[in-house]
Nanobody
Framework: QVQLVESGGGLVQPGGSLRLSCAASGRTFSSYGIGWFRQAPGEEREFVACITIGGAPSYADSVEGRATISRDNAKETVYLQMNSLKPDDTGVYFC????????????????WGQGTQVTVSS
């Protein structure tokens, strides 16, 4: 099975951009759907975006039009480009892997990275 490591988080001003990366190890990365989720302090983990093994994306309403998820199977990496960031986008961002299928439900994933902190503040 794959292991996941997120990177690319940081402190950014409102209106700024970040590109998060989810690097996977494992020979079967291309057979996993990948999801991005985020969790703010005291809040439930919420869906942000996911991408199927075929590259079809889905987005939460809260990031639609501001986020782009993509995957590079040769590099075993999934990217989440976030633009026009808002303070409400603050949280720990996690990527997760699910064999064969992507899902918008966190409970559907059994493989998780350790997360990367994103803070949107002036």
């Amino acid at each position: 099975q794959v292991q996941l490591v997120e990177s690319g988080g940081g402190l950014v001003q409102p209106g700024g951009s970040l590109r998060l990366s989810c690097a996977a190890s494992g020979r079967t990365f291309s057979s996993y759907g990948i999801g991005w989720f985020r969790q703010a302090p005291g809040e439930e983990r919420e869906f942000v975006a996911c991408i199927t093994i075929g590259g079809a994306p889905s987005y939460a309403d809260s990031v639609e039009g501001r986020a782009t998820i993509s995957r590079d199977n040769a590099k075993e990496t999934v990217y989440l480009q976030m633009n026009s960031l808002k303070p409400d986008d603050t949280g720990v961002y996690f990527c997760a892997a699910r064999k064969a299928l992507a899902s918008t439900a966190a409970s559907a994933y059994k493989i998780w990275g350790q997360g990367t902190q994103v803070t949107v503040s002036s």
